[in-house]
């Protein structure tokens, strides 16, 4: 993976885990929190790719829908 990418993940693993605590919620293991991390990453440069845009704003977004379900 990608200089890049690698970056875009540990954002993604700091808004996840950002949403945990102002949720209340204990952070899940560190290889899950990375796992759905990647995940959304991946959705995002799909996303991007499909619709334009900034790849770090729609994993806000995602972040943010994820943790309300």
């Known amino acids: ?9 540990n954002a993604a693993i700091r808004l996840l885990a950002w949403q945990y605590e102002r949720n209340g919620q204990p952070l899940p293991e560190r290889a899950l929190l990375e796992e759905h991390a990647r995940q959304l990453v991946d959705d995002a440069h799909r996303i991007a790719r499909e619709r334009g845009g900034n790849v770090i704003a729609i ?5 943010a829908q994820a943790r309300r379900k």
């Open 1 to 9: 993976m990608g200089f890049l990418k690698n970056q875009q993940v």
């Open 59 to 63: 994993l806000k977004q995602m972040v």
